[in-house]
């Protein structure tokens, strides 16, 4: 089992509607079949950094789907939308589940 978490630090001002977005991209991965990520939001560091986490059985599987998440227009479209609202491109860690 593996995690992926990803990291989003908002442009100032754009954290209302980078959260929306980020919900709204984690119902269409949902809705594509993909595990639902989990959304967090930080307390303290970055002002309205956003964190995803996404289960996935392996990294295969993980490496597998980014060719039908590419594929999937509900997705893209929202991701489109997320970009710009970024300070810099968003952080993309794997972790590994050991217990």
């Known amino acids: 089992m593996i995690v992926v978490r990803r990291t989003y630090v908002p442009n100032p001002g754009t954290g209302g509607t980078l959260l929306r977005l980020v919900k709204q991209a984690s119902a269409e991965m949902e809705n594509a079949g993909f595990a639902r990520p989990r959304i967090l939001r930080t307390a303290f560091g970055d002002h ?4 995803t986490e996404q289960p996935w059985d392996s990294l295969a599987d993980y490496d597998d789907s980014r060719d039908r998440v590419r594929a999937t227009p509900g997705i893209t479209q929202v ?3 997320i ?4 300070a810099a491109t968003h952080n993309t860690e794997v972790l590994i589940e050991v217990e």
């Open 48 to 51: 309205g950094t956003l964190i």
């Open 79 to 81: 991701f489109d939308q």
């Open 83 to 86: 970009y710009p609202l970024l």
